[in-house]
């Protein structure tokens, strides 16, 4: 099989120089490979993200010389190439897992809705959900409550990372139950990202080490669709000399301004 890969940004803010470090290694184990680079926009988050920041990373791209085969601009067999115009597809992914008996819906869900539909990258993971909605009976129409996917308790979850090697986490002890469908509608990052993975024939995810956890969700969500999972290679994240992680507020990346970034997407 050819190889697939794929960069996704979430147009929530400007991108900085941990993104395109990140995006600058997939967009170059894609072409080292002979293969294609899917350019897809994780803008699932209606509140949160923005056209301006889509034009801003397209911009940034190309200055950072990353091209694609398939996505905004080229078109393709997978169009539309926007989390935010899929959300059939979603649903119909959903409906999977619902009749799988995967999914409960969950009315205790404390995290902010509005984050359930970004990656949860370091600093943003929820505690390990107690399971206080699995049992419950829950009344109301479908679309007041959130759904979250069950976890096999005490099930290991293993994978070779093609970067860090073997990666083992435990079900319900490194990470419970989670959302798959905000209350509002909106599908959450965990299911689109599998669904569109899976639909866009990925077969390398290249993302950050801080979604390592999001991988083991995910191997489970590819397990309950019968999906065979793509290879996973995650990345180092860059850090600020006080060793915090980058996030969008550093959003220091557009290219106009800082110039020597191209070295950091190239290293
Ligand atoms: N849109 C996600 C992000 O910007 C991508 C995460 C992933 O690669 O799965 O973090």
Redesign the pocket.
């Known amino acids: 099989m050819s190889y697939r890969g ?1 960069i ?3 147009p929530s803010g400007y991108l900085h120089a941990g ?1 395109i470090a990140t995006f600058g290694i997939a967009h170059r184990r894609a072409r080292e490979r002979g293969g294609q680079v899917v350019l897809r926009i ?1 803008d699932l988050d209606p509140q949160r993200c923005r056209a301006e920041f889509v034009e801003a990373a397209l911009v940034d791209f190309r200055y950072f010389g990353f091209d694609w085969d398939e996505g905004p601009d080229v078109g393709g067999p997978h169009a539309p190439y926007f989390q935010s115009q899929r959300t059939e597809w979603y649903r119909e992914v959903f409906e999977r897992l619902q009749a799988g008996g995967h999914l409960f819906p969950c009315v205790c869900t404390r995290r902010d809705l509005r984050m359930l539909a ?2 949860p ?1 370091a600093g943003e993971e929820e505690p390990v959900y107690p399971g206080t909605c699995r049992a419950r009976k829950i009344s109301g129409a479908a679309d007041e409550v959130a759904w979250r996917f069950r976890v096999p308790d005490g099930r290991e979850v293993s994978f070779v990372d093609r970067a860090l090697g073997e990666c083992r986490f435990v079900a319900g002890r490194d990470f419970g139950d989670f959302p798959v469908w905000r209350r509002d509608g909106v599908p959450a ?1 965990q299911l689109a ?1 599998v669904a569109d993975d899976h639909a866009m024939g990925i077969t390398e ?4 080490e801080d ?1 390592l956890l ?1 991988t083991a969700r995910q191997i489970l969500l590819y397990e309950a669709l019968g999906w065979e999972p793509p290879e996973f290679y995650h990345c180092p994240l860059l850090c600020d000399e006080s060793g915090a992680r980058l996030s969008k507020r550093d959003g220091a990346a557009r290219a106009s301004k800082q110039q020597g970034l191209r070295s950091v997407a190239s290293s």
């Open positions: 794929r996704a940004p979430t993104h994780e970004n990656a990258h990052y990202v995810v290249v993302r950050g979604l999001s």
